[in-house]
Protein backbone atom coordinates (compact mmCIF):
# COMPACT_ATOMS: atom_id res chain seq x y z
CA UNK A 1 0.00 0.00 0.00
CA UNK A 2 1.11 3.75 -0.40
CA UNK A 3 3.23 5.47 2.21
CA UNK A 4 1.06 8.76 1.81
CA UNK A 5 -3.13 8.79 1.94
CA UNK A 6 -4.67 12.38 1.60
CA UNK A 7 -8.12 13.03 2.97
CA UNK A 8 -10.49 13.57 1.79
CA UNK A 9 -10.17 12.81 -1.44
CA UNK A 10 -12.62 15.25 -2.83
CA UNK A 11 -13.58 18.97 -0.91
CA UNK A 12 -15.98 21.37 -2.20
CA UNK A 13 -16.10 24.37 -0.20
CA UNK A 14 -17.24 28.36 -0.62
CA UNK A 15 -14.99 31.33 -1.47
CA UNK A 16 -13.35 32.90 1.84
CA UNK A 17 -13.79 29.78 3.82
CA UNK A 18 -11.00 27.95 5.00
CA UNK A 19 -9.76 24.13 3.52
CA UNK A 20 -8.01 21.68 5.49
CA UNK A 21 -6.76 18.34 3.84
CA UNK A 22 -5.20 15.99 5.81
CA UNK A 23 -1.86 13.04 5.21
CA UNK A 24 -1.29 9.90 6.84
CA UNK A 25 1.80 8.07 6.22
CA UNK A 26 3.70 4.74 7.40
CA UNK A 27 6.91 5.08 7.91
CA UNK A 28 9.16 7.03 9.72
CA UNK A 29 10.40 10.31 7.46
CA UNK A 30 13.16 13.06 7.21
CA UNK A 31 10.16 15.51 5.46
CA UNK A 32 6.96 16.05 4.07
CA UNK A 33 5.86 17.99 1.42
CA UNK A 34 2.88 19.75 0.09
CA UNK A 35 2.17 20.25 -3.72
CA UNK A 36 -0.82 21.92 -5.79
CA UNK A 37 -1.69 20.52 -9.42
CA UNK A 38 -3.65 22.67 -11.89
CA UNK A 39 -5.62 20.34 -13.85
CA UNK A 40 -3.45 18.68 -16.64
CA UNK A 41 -0.85 20.58 -15.65
CA UNK A 42 2.65 19.75 -13.61
CA UNK A 43 3.02 19.47 -9.98
CA UNK A 44 3.83 22.89 -7.88
CA UNK A 45 5.62 22.96 -4.62
CA UNK A 46 4.00 24.50 -1.96
CA UNK A 47 6.19 23.80 1.19
CA UNK A 48 8.52 21.75 2.68
CA UNK A 49 8.64 20.31 6.80
CA UNK A 50 10.94 18.18 7.85
CA UNK A 51 10.78 15.71 10.79
CA UNK A 52 11.90 18.25 13.75
CA UNK A 53 9.39 20.58 12.65
CA UNK A 54 5.49 20.89 13.90
CA UNK A 55 4.49 23.81 11.97
CA UNK A 56 5.06 26.00 9.23
CA UNK A 57 3.58 28.84 7.63
CA UNK A 58 3.63 30.07 3.73
CA UNK A 59 1.40 33.17 3.37
CA UNK A 60 -2.58 31.51 3.20
CA UNK A 61 -0.50 28.45 3.82
CA UNK A 62 -0.40 26.44 7.03
CA UNK A 63 1.10 23.07 7.52
CA UNK A 64 1.25 20.70 10.56
CA UNK A 65 2.81 17.56 11.14
CA UNK A 66 2.43 15.02 14.23
CA UNK A 67 5.54 12.67 13.63
CA UNK A 68 3.43 10.40 16.41
CA UNK A 69 0.27 10.39 14.70
CA UNK A 70 2.08 9.95 11.32
CA UNK A 71 0.24 12.55 10.03
CA UNK A 72 0.49 16.23 8.30
CA UNK A 73 -2.20 18.49 7.51
CA UNK A 74 -2.45 21.44 4.89
CA UNK A 75 -4.30 24.56 5.84
CA UNK A 76 -5.54 27.05 3.50
CA UNK A 77 -7.08 30.08 4.81
CA UNK A 78 -9.56 32.63 3.18
CA UNK A 79 -9.86 30.49 0.11
CA UNK A 80 -10.10 31.86 -3.50
CA UNK A 81 -11.60 30.25 -6.73
CA UNK A 82 -7.69 30.36 -8.39
CA UNK A 83 -7.21 27.84 -5.16
CA UNK A 84 -8.85 25.15 -7.05
CA UNK A 85 -6.80 22.52 -7.75
CA UNK A 86 -5.43 18.92 -6.61
CA UNK A 87 -3.06 18.92 -3.61
CA UNK A 88 -1.04 16.22 -3.25
CA UNK A 89 1.20 14.79 0.02
CA UNK A 90 4.65 13.55 -0.56
CA UNK A 91 6.95 12.42 1.76
CA UNK A 92 10.68 11.51 1.72
CA UNK A 93 11.82 8.59 4.13
CA UNK A 94 14.61 7.59 6.40
CA UNK A 95 15.46 4.65 4.55
CA UNK A 96 16.35 6.74 1.54
CA UNK A 97 14.01 6.25 -0.34
CA UNK A 98 12.35 8.65 -3.40
CA UNK A 99 9.42 10.69 -2.67
CA UNK A 100 6.07 8.95 -2.40
CA UNK A 101 3.09 10.80 -3.50
CA UNK A 102 -0.70 9.88 -2.23
CA UNK A 103 -3.69 10.31 -4.44
CA UNK A 104 -4.51 13.83 -3.44
CA UNK A 105 -7.52 15.99 -2.37
CA UNK A 106 -9.33 17.62 -4.82
CA UNK A 107 -10.29 21.35 -3.97
CA UNK A 108 -13.17 22.90 -5.00
CA UNK A 109 -13.66 26.76 -4.78
CA UNK A 110 -17.17 27.77 -5.32
CA UNK A 111 -17.45 31.53 -6.38
CA UNK B 1 7.56 28.81 -15.54
CA UNK B 2 9.49 26.38 -13.09
CA UNK B 3 12.42 26.44 -15.39
CA UNK B 4 11.46 22.98 -16.33
CA UNK B 5 10.59 22.66 -19.76
CA UNK B 6 8.68 19.19 -21.36
CA UNK B 7 8.14 18.67 -25.02
CA UNK B 8 5.82 18.08 -26.77
CA UNK B 9 2.95 18.95 -24.23
CA UNK B 10 0.57 16.77 -26.46
CA UNK B 11 1.60 13.19 -27.89
CA UNK B 12 -0.80 10.74 -30.05
CA UNK B 13 0.85 7.38 -31.27
CA UNK B 14 -0.10 4.05 -32.62
CA UNK B 15 1.40 0.92 -30.65
CA UNK B 16 3.88 0.35 -33.61
CA UNK B 17 5.17 4.10 -33.52
CA UNK B 18 8.68 5.41 -32.16
CA UNK B 19 8.50 8.46 -30.17
CA UNK B 20 9.92 10.76 -27.45
CA UNK B 21 9.57 12.90 -24.94
CA UNK B 22 12.15 15.53 -24.02
CA UNK B 23 12.72 17.09 -21.08
CA UNK B 24 15.27 20.41 -20.12
CA UNK B 25 15.76 22.12 -16.49
CA UNK B 26 17.44 25.74 -16.30
CA UNK B 27 17.97 25.15 -12.74
CA UNK B 28 21.79 23.75 -11.98
CA UNK B 29 20.14 20.85 -10.45
CA UNK B 30 21.52 17.52 -10.28
CA UNK B 31 19.31 15.34 -10.32
CA UNK B 32 16.29 14.36 -13.05
CA UNK B 33 12.93 12.28 -13.29
CA UNK B 34 10.26 10.79 -15.04
CA UNK B 35 7.40 10.10 -13.12
CA UNK B 36 4.07 8.72 -14.55
CA UNK B 37 0.30 9.96 -13.88
CA UNK B 38 -2.73 8.28 -14.76
CA UNK B 39 -6.56 8.68 -13.50
CA UNK B 40 -6.85 7.85 -9.74
CA UNK B 41 -3.19 6.88 -9.08
CA UNK B 42 -0.36 8.21 -7.64
CA UNK B 43 2.78 9.63 -8.79
CA UNK B 44 4.51 6.28 -10.44
CA UNK B 45 8.60 7.22 -10.01
CA UNK B 46 10.29 5.56 -13.20
CA UNK B 47 13.64 6.60 -13.74
CA UNK B 48 15.95 9.00 -11.69
CA UNK B 49 19.60 10.49 -12.94
CA UNK B 50 21.79 12.20 -10.54
CA UNK B 51 24.50 13.91 -12.48
CA UNK B 52 23.89 11.73 -15.70
CA UNK B 53 24.33 8.62 -14.41
CA UNK B 54 21.03 6.22 -13.83
CA UNK B 55 20.63 5.91 -9.86
CA UNK B 56 17.14 4.18 -10.05
CA UNK B 57 14.76 2.36 -12.16
CA UNK B 58 11.21 1.08 -10.45
CA UNK B 59 11.13 -1.64 -12.85
CA UNK B 60 9.63 0.17 -15.96
CA UNK B 61 9.04 -1.82 -18.76
CA UNK B 62 11.76 -1.70 -21.71
CA UNK B 63 9.60 0.18 -23.99
CA UNK B 64 10.41 2.93 -22.12
CA UNK B 65 14.26 3.85 -22.50
CA UNK B 66 15.69 7.15 -20.38
CA UNK B 67 18.71 8.90 -22.00
CA UNK B 68 20.43 11.29 -19.95
CA UNK B 69 23.06 13.23 -22.33
CA UNK B 70 24.24 15.76 -19.25
CA UNK B 71 22.51 16.75 -16.48
CA UNK B 72 20.48 19.56 -18.39
CA UNK B 73 18.54 17.27 -20.53
CA UNK B 74 16.78 13.97 -19.84
CA UNK B 75 14.80 12.06 -22.99
CA UNK B 76 12.35 9.24 -22.88
CA UNK B 77 12.71 7.08 -25.86
CA UNK B 78 8.82 5.16 -26.17
CA UNK B 79 8.51 1.96 -28.62
CA UNK B 80 5.84 -0.65 -28.94
CA UNK B 81 3.32 1.07 -26.59
CA UNK B 82 0.09 -0.38 -25.18
CA UNK B 83 -2.91 1.84 -24.75
CA UNK B 84 -2.37 1.55 -20.93
CA UNK B 85 0.42 3.70 -21.32
CA UNK B 86 -1.41 6.64 -21.88
CA UNK B 87 -0.95 9.13 -18.94
CA UNK B 88 0.68 12.10 -18.15
CA UNK B 89 4.55 11.78 -18.00
CA UNK B 90 6.03 14.35 -15.84
CA UNK B 91 9.99 15.32 -15.89
CA UNK B 92 11.03 16.86 -12.57
CA UNK B 93 14.69 18.22 -11.47
CA UNK B 94 15.79 18.52 -7.73
CA UNK B 95 18.93 19.54 -6.01
CA UNK B 96 20.23 16.52 -4.27
CA UNK B 97 22.00 16.20 -1.08
CA UNK B 98 23.31 13.22 0.64
CA UNK B 99 20.55 11.22 1.20
CA UNK B 100 17.95 14.18 0.89
CA UNK B 101 16.15 15.21 -2.55
CA UNK B 102 14.89 18.15 -1.59
CA UNK B 103 12.01 20.00 -3.74
CA UNK B 104 11.06 18.82 -6.89
CA UNK B 105 10.27 21.05 -10.25
CA UNK B 106 8.07 19.78 -12.42
CA UNK B 107 7.24 20.68 -16.14
CA UNK B 108 4.21 21.15 -17.33
CA UNK B 109 3.77 17.41 -18.60
CA UNK B 110 3.66 15.39 -21.78
CA UNK B 111 0.26 13.91 -22.31
CA UNK B 112 0.52 10.75 -24.06
CA UNK B 113 -2.26 8.74 -26.04
CA UNK B 114 -1.82 5.34 -27.28
CA UNK B 115 -4.16 4.39 -29.78
Known amino acids: ?111 | ETGVTQTPRHLVMGMTNKKSLKCEQHLGHNAMYWYKQSAKKPLELMFVYNFKEQTENNSVPSRFSPECPNSSHLFLHLHTLQPEDSALYLCASSQEGSGFTGELFFGEGSRLTVL
Open chain 1, 1 to 111: SQQGEEDPQALSIQEGENATMNCSYKTSINNLQWYRQNSGRGLVHLILIRSNEREKHSGRLRVTLDTSKKSSSLLITASRAADTASYFCATEETSGSRLTFGEGTQLTVNP
